[in-house]
């Protein structure tokens, strides 16, 4: 199932840290897609900036049961990033559930399967029939950003 999303730039200086970057939209080796720059500091209890959507426009729940995992079309600058996974069962913005993905230097596909989430901060399980939310982060260390993504699916 292809999503379409409307994504949305976050960083940790809604926290108090001091992150910068943006999200474009870009035409890149001929694809379109949404792309996430930005420099991640430590500095004042920060560390991250992200690109996210909800998979409903009122924030409302969806119901992902059918579906094995997540699929997202990648390219970036060869770092590590998150594939992170919000539900209603969250109720702090710490609260995620979460994977790591590699970002290569060319447009790849890269399949993230439910059952490989860890969840973050929380002791809920990963209930796929209230899924809410879907975000891409560049996190936990200083480095340059510089990820995009030109689909995003959810895969059976």
Same mark, same amino acid.
Do not use: C, K
């Given at each position: *199932? ?48 992200? *690109? ?27 770092? +590590? ?21 590699? $970002? ?19 002791? $809920? ?12 982060? $560049? ?5 340059? $950003?510089?990820?995009?993504? +030109? ?6």
């Amino acid at each position: *199932m292809e999503l379409s999303p409307e994504w949305e730039y976050v960083a940790d200086t809604v926290m108090g840290g001091v992150s910068t970057g943006r999200i474009s939209r870009e035409t890149l080796d001929g694809r379109a897609a949404v792309r996430l720059r930005g420099d991640v500091s430590l500095e004042n209890n920060g560390g991250f900036v992200q *690109m996210g959507f909800d998979l409903r426009p009122d924030g409302g729940v969806f119901d992902a049961s059918a579906y094995a995992g997540v699929e997202l079309d990648v390219r970036g600058n060869g770092e +590590a990033y998150d594939l992170r996974l919000r539900t209603d069962q969250l109720t702090r913005p710490w609260h995620s559930f979460r994977a790591s993905f590699d $970002a290569p230097g060319h447009w790849t596909s890269l399949r993230i399967p439910f059952a490989d989430l860890v969840p973050h901060r929380t002791d $809920a399980a990963f209930d796929p029939t209230r899924l809410r939310r879907i975000g891409v982060l $560049a996190i936990g260390r200083e480095f340059q $950003a510089d990820v995009a993504v +030109a689909a995003v699916r959810l895969y059976r």
